[in-house]
């Protein structure tokens, strides 16, 4: 059984309100102001203690009041309007009927009482305290624009007396005095007017949203104008509910409760689109300052994992148009038809850092908010570097109404309705590995300490929490957490391929000639493409083209920075009045979040003059965290992380309190090994690439310009450079490989590059781990400073369909094997401009990637012009008995050509016996061995063949006959097993 609170009906506003200190919360007696008001001025109330020297003001009833049931119920029509007025209260506060029940004391003239379930009593005084930090809020906001105010007042109140709206000399105490007559003139005025606060004030979004909810659709009036309401009608204040007597039964009143959640929801979903197009509707996260140029958004390249494809989609990376304008019907639209129809329905975005995973969120909202994802009626997007700050227990009505937006009305109706209608929800989370990076706050790794926001995810993902809604989390690549379900589907997002790179660069420069320069320049330079291949960096790379370009003179050549950090440095100095000190404190914090696993940083963490010098020049974004109900902290963070990556990195480099010891050691390889790795992924990234870049000798004249320069600074450059020789003559796995070639690549040492391509070994292994064009161009530029040839393995590396093009020219891969089904045909068209730029590669292993007939098309262009090809395997793909036939045919165009594997494709018995029939007559085959699922053809340039071997190959007696028929027609062969 609930306790129970006490909450006596209490006299009208106009009297005052005293003596509420003995066990009774003003809080509570003004919940019933209105309606107590609303019955003493019809007569049935009378007041029994006009002092205040009792406990609460109490009222004397003249009826016979009976009791049935829960409810109270009168035969007298002036019980029945307290009855009413007390169950209005409860609908109005989202109450059940029970929680609010008149009762009657003792005596002929009885006490009359309102009991409130203290389940209700939480909630009830939420929604008071948010209505009047509310109101607060409105005041200070009309207090620092009276002129407006007292022209408005003037429209909406033409009959009030000039001097009047003078009275006080406080603006404060004058703006409540103005908004309590507005509030006079009845709920039509007062909407009215919210709304022409929001239109022509441009409020804060936050308040602007909150104002609308609570007073801009006529659901309530601020409780500290309820006493002015005498203007309203009864049939206003008792809308939308029955008079006691008049209910039949509870089948009415719950479809009217359904109705009104209905309208709620309604209103709720239509707000929340609304609050989304304003918040995503321009504008998409990257490095650098918000441009004053076109910032163009470029579909994406998506891959699925293989057992969670979509049912209208083949088994690799879905390419999309580039120049499509409206990508929502392909790759975005997939992202949520995969095969997980039953359970929890959960998408995972894996990308590395600059790919576009927080900008395709942000498109996500986008197209949401315009109506272009008509299968979800809600859609919430959180970030985890937001949510990671908050330490209490979070559930799901905190995270949604609390932390996101608040309903208009009831949160139970609105919550209610989005459980029934769960398939219709999408929640993002994006950044789930920054949720597991270590922060200074929380306890370490090995640590058991229950993290509030992603316990609820879990809930969510598992379908304890919203059963039925979509969740979908963006990460950078690495082992998955447990809190992951089993049947999530994996998708991997890639980066630009060449057409997309030229799209993003059309799309950017708007002006003709620079647009033809760019272009040009990116068509010649191998380095600018390669930075390009990343989304973020591409963004880098043309701002600092634009500033090149603008005032050449036409067609002179442009010197383009070659590195990474050099473009960084060069968009950073584009900035005039850059304070050596500013620099430093932006560096300083930069390196402390990254060492505390902070990407988001509080007023205090910053000193002001550093704050005003990032947010001046747009290297920080500011914004509001939301950590409460009408509570919001000011955040700042950089606009894009690996930004801060370069500040930490520059702080190290420039810091004279920083020995060259310490900044050597900041130099690390890391792991990424998808299976092998601990979860709690740092967030640094890209530091050690951007400390090598910094101890580049072309980076001396920044430095200088800077005021930054010194033998100190020279010092730390030769000891970076040291380190990465220590590294390279280690024995490195893959991931650490790809790490140190991009990191000794940005120093710009030859001779660095010469002692790492030296060092490799001869057969260089990446197994396990995501590759992208940028990985692979990185390995091929330093491969070009060795002299040996090597052997590339890549095994079930998920590769980025463009990336086989960085390995065109690259004369030292003597062999190259690739073994993943995540390849696919887009793969093999990349592949295939490339392997005829390759000079010395003798063996090519394409088993088990994925390719079907469209890929072997462009990979039989490209075969033929590669004639010192010694065995190519194409085992274990999608290959049918027309493409294998066309495979054999370009066996004389390969004169050096060893070995073919076919084995474990689909041919039939027929096609099989026309490989007999090749085999007999061509004098270049020595060897055919086919059993089950084995098909190898051993060829030699020398004019006569050993033996020729089929077996259990299920051979028919006519396939016999076809079979002695070729052999009798084939004199060089000496032996037939």
Same mark, same amino acid.
């Given at each position: 059984?609930?306790?129970?609170?006490?909450?006596?009906?209490?006299?009208?506003?106009?009297?005052?309100?005293?003596?509420?200190?003995?066990?009774?919360?003003?809080?509570?007696?003004?919940?019933?102001?209105?309606?107590?008001?609303?019955?003493?001025?019809?007569?049935?109330?009378?007041?029994?203690?006009?002092?205040?020297?009792?406990?609460?003001?109490?009222?004397?009833?003249?009826?016979?009041?009976?009791?049935?049931?829960?409810?109270?119920?009168?035969?007298?029509?002036?019980?029945?309007?307290?009855?009413?007025?007390?169950?209005?209260?409860?609908?109005?506060?989202?109450?059940?009927?029970?929680?609010?029940?008149?009762?009657?004391?003792?005596?002929?003239?009885?006490?009359?009482?309102?009991?409130?379930?203290?389940?209700?009593?939480?909630?009830?005084?939420?929604?008071?305290?948010?209505?009047?930090?509310?109101?607060?809020?409105?005041?200070?906001?009309?207090?620092?624009?009276?002129? !407006?105010? $007292?022209?408005?007042? @003037?429209?909406?109140?033409?009959?009030?007396?000039?001097?009047?709206?003078?009275?006080?000399?406080?603006?404060?105490?004058?703006?409540?005095?103005?908004?309590?007559?507005?509030?006079?003139?009845?709920?039509?005025?007062?909407?009215?007017?919210?709304?022409?606060?929001?239109?022509?004030?441009?409020?804060?979004?936050?308040?602007?949203?909150?104002?609308?909810?609570?007073?801009?659709?006529?659901?309530?009036?601020?409780?500290?104008?309820?006493?002015?309401?005498?203007?309203?009608?009864?049939?206003?204040?008792?809308?939308?509910?029955?008079?006691?007597?008049?209910?039949?039964?509870?089948?009415?009143?719950?479809?009217?409760?359904?109705?009104?959640?209905?309208?709620?929801?309604?209103?709720?979903?239509?707000? &929340?689109?609304?609050?989304?197009?304003?918040?995503?509707?321009?504008?998409?996260?990257?490095?650098?300052?918000?441009?004053?140029?076109?910032?163009?958004?470029?579909?994406?390249?998506?891959?699925?994992?293989?057992?969670?494809?979509?049912?209208?989609?083949?088994?690799?990376?879905?390419?999309?148009?580039?120049?499509?304008?409206?990508?929502?019907?392909?790759?975005?639209?997939?992202?949520?038809?995969?095969?997980?129809?039953?359970?929890?329905?959960?998408?995972?975005? *894996?990308?590395?850092?600059?790919?576009?995973?927080?900008?395709?969120?942000?498109?996500?909202?986008?197209?949401?908010?315009?109506?272009?994802?008509?299968?979800?009626?809600?859609?919430?997007?959180?970030?985890?570097?937001? &949510?990671?700050?908050?330490?209490?227990?979070?559930?799901?009505?905190?995270?949604?109404?609390?932390?996101?937006?608040?309903?208009?009305?009831?949160?139970?109706?609105?919550?209610?309705?989005?459980?029934?209608?769960?398939?219709?929800?999408?929640?993002?989370?994006?950044?789930?590995?920054?949720?597991?990076?270590?922060?200074?706050?929380?306890?370490?790794?090995?640590?058991?300490?229950?993290?509030?926001?992603?316990?609820?995810?879990?809930?969510?993902?598992?379908?304890?929490?919203?059963?039925?809604? !979509?969740?979908?989390?963006?990460?950078?690549?690495?082992?998955?957490?447990?809190?992951?379900?089993?049947?999530?589907?994996?998708?991997?997002?890639?980066?630009?391929?060449?057409?997309?790179?030229?799209?993003?660069?059309?799309?950017?420069?708007?002006?003709?000639?620079?647009?033809?320069?760019?272009?040009?320049?990116?068509?010649?330079?191998?380095?600018?493409?390669?930075?390009?291949?990343?989304?973020?960096?591409?963004?880098?790379?043309?701002?600092?083209?634009?500033?090149?370009?603008?005032?050449?003179?036409?067609?002179?050549?442009?010197?383009?920075?070659?590195?990474?950090?050099?473009?960084?440095?060069?968009?950073?100095?584009?900035?005039?009045?850059?304070? #050596?000190?500013?620099?430093?404190?932006?560096?300083?914090?930069?390196?402390?979040?990254?060492?505390?696993?902070?990407?988001?940083?509080?007023? @205090?963490?910053?000193?002001?003059?550093?704050?005003?010098?990032?947010?001046?020049?747009?290297?920080?974004?500011?914004?509001?965290?939301?950590?409460?109900?009408?509570?919001?902290?000011?955040?700042?963070?950089?606009?894009?992380?690996?930004?801060?990556?370069?500040?930490?990195?520059?702080?190290?480099?420039?810091?004279?309190?920083?020995?060259?010891?310490?900044?050597?050691?900041?130099?690390?390889?890391?792991?990424?090994?998808?299976?092998?790795?601990?979860?709690?992924?740092?967030?640094?990234?890209?530091?050690?690439?951007? &400390?090598?870049?910094?101890?580049?000798?072309?980076?001396?004249?920044?430095?200088?310009?800077?005021?930054?320069?010194?033998?100190?600074?020279?010092?730390?450059?030769?000891?970076?450079?040291?380190?990465?020789?220590?590294?390279?003559?280690?024995?490195?796995?893959?991931?650490?490989?790809?790490?140190?070639?991009?990191?000794?690549?940005?120093?710009?040492?030859?001779?660095?590059?010469?002692?790492?391509?030296?060092?490799?070994?001869?057969?260089?292994?990446?197994?396990?781990?995501?590759?992208?064009?940028?990985?692979?161009?990185?390995?091929?530029?330093?491969?070009?400073?060795?002299?040996?040839?090597?052997?590339?393995?890549?095994?079930?590396?998920?590769?980025?369909?463009?990336?086989?093009?960085?390995?065109?020219?690259?004369?030292?891969?003597?062999?190259?094997?690739?073994?993943?089904?995540?390849?696919?045909?887009?793969?093999?068209?990349?592949?295939?401009?490339?392997?005829?730029?390759?000079?010395? *590669?003798?063996?090519?292993?394409?088993?088990?990637?994925?390719?079907? #007939?469209?890929?072997? $098309?462009?990979?039989?262009?490209?075969?033929?012009?590669?004639?010192?090809?010694?065995?190519?395997?194409? /085992?274990?793909?999608?290959?049918?008995? /027309?493409?294998?036939?066309?495979?054999?045919?370009?066996?004389?165009?390969?004169?050096?050509?060893?070995?073919?594997?076919?084995?474990?494709?689909?041919?039939?018995?027929?096609?099989?016996?026309?490989?007999?029939?090749?085999?007999?007559?061509?004098?270049?085959?020595?060897?055919?061995?086919?059993?089950?699922?084995?098909?190898?053809?051993?060829?030699?340039?020398?004019?006569?063949?050993?033996?020729?071997?089929?077996?259990?190959?299920?051979?028919? &007696?006519?396939?016999?006959?076809?079979?002695?028929?070729?052999?009798?027609?084939?004199?060089?062969?000496?032996?037939?097993?």
């Amino acid at each position: 059984m609930e306790s129970r609170g006490v909450i006596p009906v209490l006299s009208p506003p106009q009297d005052a309100l005293i003596g509420l200190g003995y066990g009774i919360s003003m809080l509570m007696c003004r919940c019933v102001w209105k309606l107590a008001g609303k019955a003493a001025a019809k007569g049935h109330l009378r007041r029994v203690a006009p002092e205040a020297q009792v406990c609460a003001a109490t009222w004397t009833w003249p009826a016979r009041v009976l009791k049935e049931g829960p409810f109270v119920y009168s035969s007298f029509e002036p019980s029945g309007d307290l009855v009413c007025a007390c169950l209005a209260w409860a609908a109005d506060k989202g109450l059940p009927q029970e929680a609010a029940t008149p009762e009657l004391g003792a005596g002929n003239s009885s006490q009359v009482c309102v009991h409130v379930a203290s389940s209700s009593w939480t909630r009830l005084a939420s929604s008071w305290e948010a209505t009047n930090a509310l109101w607060c809020e409105l005041v200070h906001l009309l207090s620092t624009n009276l002129e !407006w105010l $007292n022209a408005k007042v @003037e429209i909406f109140l033409p009959n009030m007396d000039p001097d009047s709206r003078n009275e006080g000399t406080d603006p404060t105490e004058r703006v409540k005095l103005q908004l309590k007559k507005l509030c006079k003139r009845g709920q039509a005025t007062w909407e009215r007017f919210i709304n022409c606060v929001c239109m022509e004030l441009s409020p804060p979004l936050e308040l602007e949203v909150q104002l609308l909810s609570m007073w801009g659709h006529g659901e309530e009036f601020p409780s500290h104008l309820e006493g002015g309401e005498k203007g309203q009608t009864e049939a206003q204040l008792n809308h939308g509910l029955k008079r006691p007597h008049q209910n039949c039964g509870s089948s009415p009143r719950r479809k009217q409760c359904r109705k009104q959640q209905r309208e709620l929801a309604k209103r709720y979903l239509q707000l &929340l689109r609304t609050c989304t197009s304003q918040r995503y509707g321009n504008g998409f996260p990257s490095p650098g300052p918000p441009p004053t140029l076109h910032q163009p958004y470029i579909p994406p390249i998506l891959q699925w994992s293989r057992t969670t494809m979509p049912f209208d989609t083949q088994e690799e990376a879905v390419m999309g148009d580039p120049k499509a304008e409206d990508d929502t019907e392909t790759c975005l639209r997939d992202l949520f038809n995969t095969r997980t129809s039953k359970g929890p329905r959960v998408v995972v975005l *894996l990308g590395k850092t600059g790919m576009g995973k927080t900008t395709l969120a942000h498109r996500l909202c986008q197209k949401w908010a315009c109506g272009q994802l008509e299968r979800f009626q809600a859609l919430f997007l959180f970030e985890f570097r937001q &949510l990671k700050r908050i330490t209490r227990l979070l559930t799901l009505p905190q995270l949604l109404f609390d932390l996101y937006l608040s309903p208009e009305g009831d949160p139970d109706a609105v919550l209610g309705y989005l459980e029934k209608n769960a398939d219709g929800v999408l929640l993002i989370f994006d950044g789930l590995d920054e949720a597991l990076s270590p922060s200074s706050g929380r306890k370490t790794a090995g640590s058991a300490a229950p993290d509030s926001a992603l316990t609820l995810f879990s809930d969510l993902c598992h379908g304890a929490v919203l059963p039925g809604c !979509w969740v979908m989390a963006t990460s950078r690549p690495g082992k998955q957490p447990t809190c992951l379900p089993t049947e999530v589907a994996m998708v991997h997002m890639w980066g630009f391929d060449r057409p997309r790179m030229e799209e993003y660069v059309s799309r950017f420069f708007s002006d003709q000639p620079l647009r033809e320069a760019a272009l040009a320049e990116l068509q010649a330079n191998g380095h600018l493409r390669s930075m390009c291949a990343v989304p973020a960096l591409c963004r880098v790379a043309c701002l600092c083209l634009h500033h090149l370009l603008q005032g050449r003179p036409p067609r002179q050549p442009v010197t383009l920075l070659p590195t990474v950090t050099q473009n960084y440095l060069q968009m950073v100095l584009s900035h005039e009045h850059l304070p #050596a000190e500013s620099m430093l404190g932006l560096g300083e914090v930069a390196l402390r979040g990254l060492e505390t696993g902070n990407v988001i940083f509080s007023a @205090e963490d910053i000193p002001p003059p550093v704050v005003a010098f990032g947010v001046t020049h747009q290297l920080l974004a500011s914004f509001c965290i939301r950590t409460g109900p009408r509570h919001q902290e000011k955040g700042y963070a950089f606009t894009h992380l690996s930004l801060q990556e370069f500040f930490a990195a520059l702080y190290l480099m420039t810091n004279p309190k920083v020995d060259k010891e310490s900044a050597a050691r900041h130099i690390m390889l890391n792991s990424r090994w998808v299976l092998r790795t601990d979860t709690r992924l740092g967030l640094s990234d890209h530091l050690s690439t951007f &400390l090598a870049g910094l101890a580049s000798c072309a980076c001396r004249p920044f430095f200088e310009q800077l005021a930054l320069w010194d033998q100190a600074l020279g010092a730390k450059q030769a000891a970076i450079v040291q380190a990465l020789r220590k590294l390279a003559s280690r024995k490195l796995t893959g991931p650490k490989v790809v790490e140190l070639c991009h990191c000794v690549g940005e120093t710009q040492k030859s001779e660095l590059a010469d002692f790492v391509a030296q060092n490799l070994p001869y057969r260089l292994l990446f197994h396990n781990f995501p590759l992208t064009y940028a990985d692979l161009a990185a390995v091929t530029n330093i491969l070009g400073h060795r002299d040996a040839p090597i052997h590339l393995d890549f095994e079930g590396c998920p590769l980025e369909p463009c990336c086989p093009e960085a390995l065109a020219g690259c004369g030292q891969v003597g062999h190259l094997s690739f073994k993943s089904r995540k390849c696919g045909d887009a793969f093999a068209e990349a592949l295939s401009k490339s392997l005829p730029t390759m000079g010395n *590669l003798k063996t090519l292993g394409l088993a088990g990637t994925n390719i079907t #007939a469209r890929g072997m $098309n462009h990979l039989l262009q490209a075969l033929p012009l590669c004639p010192q090809l010694e065995a190519v395997s194409l /085992q274990d793909n999608q290959l049918k008995d /027309q493409k294998v036939l066309d495979i054999v045919k370009v066996l004389p165009g390969l004169t050096k050509l060893q070995k073919l594997d076919l084995s474990r494709n689909s041919i039939s018995t027929s096609t099989l016996l026309c490989l007999t029939k090749l085999a007999v007559t061509y004098p270049a085959v020595r060897k055919l061995l086919v059993r089950q699922t084995d098909l190898i053809f051993f060829l030699s340039p020398l004019p006569a063949a050993d033996l020729q071997g089929l077996q259990k190959c299920h051979l028919t &007696l006519c396939d016999m006959k076809t079979l002695i028929v070729q052999l009798q027609a084939g004199p060089h062969l000496e032996e037939v097993e």
